[in-house]
């Protein structure tokens, strides 16, 4: 199994409510991370976990937090998001955390979310 | 983390090679350089990656310049499912970020 799953596929909420991503990888990979994507341009980085360890925050404001409950699950908790919030939100996972050679990213197909 | 210039798009006819550029002129001697191609509705995946050498695989090839400044994606043959956002993205050894550029669009003509 090489898939990244990501739920849900499509998420609206309002700026009051709090919701949360979910990505699964079982291909034991000991890295995930969060990317952002806004629409015409590149994936950002905005989280990695490496061995169930937070090791990369890219600067994220504090409505956006991850987590990662086990190596195969990570989850990104949703709180107070403002408009400009919306984008695909993107999942990735890789062998190892330190990045060696041959440390391909697997990506989701991420899930769309609309913040009214 | 250095940065690669591709141009913003390109065309290509079906069953043609297709060579897409990538410049890195500032890549450090630890640097390894990775495409990934995102196509239409879905997440960027892997394509290949090289530090000094050539390199094959099944989906493409990648030819990097002795000086490693600049390198080249080669598909052999295009498809239309082909057709993508191909990033060029300088990857430091040992570390797990990847920094994506703006890309290049790959139109593919039936």
């Known amino acids: 199994d090489t898939e990244v799953t990501q739920t849900p596929k499509h998420l609206v909420m309002g700026m009051t409510n709090k919701k949360s991503l979910k990505c699964e990888q079982h291909?034991?990979?000991?890295?995930m991370y969060w990317y952002k994507q806004k629409a015409k341009k590149p994936p950002e980085l905005m989280f990695v976990?490496?061995?169930?360890?937070?090791?990369i925050n890219e600067s994220v404001p504090s409505r956006f937090s991850p987590e990662c409950p086990n190596s195969s699950l990570l989850n990104l908790h949703l709180h107070a998001l403002q408009p400009e919030d919306s984008a695909l939100y993107l999942c990735?996972?890789?062998?190892?955390?330190?990045?060696?050679?041959?440390?391909?990213?697997?990506f989701g197909p991420g899930t769309r979310l609309t913040v009214l | 983390d250095a940065k690669t210039t591709q141009p913003n798009s390109m065309e290509s006819n079906e069953e043609e090679p297709v060579h897409l550029p990538c410049n890195h002129s500032?890549?450090?001697?630890?640097?390894?350089i990775h495409w990934y191609r995102q196509l239409p509705s879905q997440g960027p995946e892997y394509v290949i990656h090289?530090?000094?050498s050539n390199v094959n695989n099944r989906m493409a090839s990648l030819a990097i310049a002795e000086d490693r400044k600049s390198s080249t994606l080669i598909l052999h043959r295009a498809t239309l499912r082909d057709a993508a956002v191909y990033y060029c993205?300088?990857?430091?050894?040992?570390?797990?970020?990847?920094?994506f550029g703006e890309g290049t669009q790959l139109t593919v003509n039936p």
């Open positions: 990735a996972s890789s062998q190892g955390g330190s990045g060696g050679p041959n440390n391909e990213q697997f």
């Open positions: 291909m034991g990979h000991r890295a």
């Open positions: 976990y490496s061995y169930e360890k937070l090791s």
């Open positions: 500032t890549i450090s001697g630890t640097d390894y």
């Open positions: 090289g530090l000094t």
């Open positions: 993205i300088l990857r430091r050894v040992y570390r797990s970020r990847l920094t």
